[in-house]
Nanobody, 118 residues
Framework: QVQLVESGGGLVQAGGSLRLSCAVS????????MGWYRQAPGKQRELVAH???????NYVDSVKGRFTISRDNAKNTVTLQMNSLKPEDTAIYYC????????????WGQGTQVTVSS
């Protein structure tokens, strides 16, 4: 049984920083992509950033230069460092790990709330 457990959300003022962490328990096999998604009230879930096993990263344009994603393959953890936070970053943030090749999988965390006050 694979579980993803997020931590690090909370309330912060605009311009502040938060660090989200996600720990994957259980075994996951092979190359995969770990990422963070977010969903604001009334909006669809969107990709924030993801990082492949080899370290290749991708960010949504609105967070480039402010957020940094990293992973520790040995510990099966992924971290999102969020700086210069804006009120529009307010959302529930979800951790994800996915592999499209056989054996494929797609796991989600339960989500952690990030609230940025103006």
């Amino acid at each position: 049984q694979v579980q993803l457990v997020e931590s690090g959300g909370g309330l912060v003022q605009a311009g502040g920083s938060l660090r989200l962490s996600c720990a994957v328990s259980g075994r996951i096999f092979g190359l995969n992509t770990m990422g963070w998604y977010r969903q604001a009230p009334g909006k669809q879930r969107e990709l924030v950033a993801h990082i492949a096993t080899g370290g290749t990263t991708n960010y949504v344009d609105s967070v480039k230069g402010r957020f940094t994603i990293s992973r520790d393959n040995a510990k099966n953890t992924v971290t999102l460092q969020m700086n210069s936070l804006k009120p529009e970053d307010t959302a529930i943030y979800y951790c994800n790990v996915v592999r499209s090749q056989f054996p494929s999988f797609n796991y989600w965390g339960q989500g952690t709330q990030v609230t940025v006050s103006s």
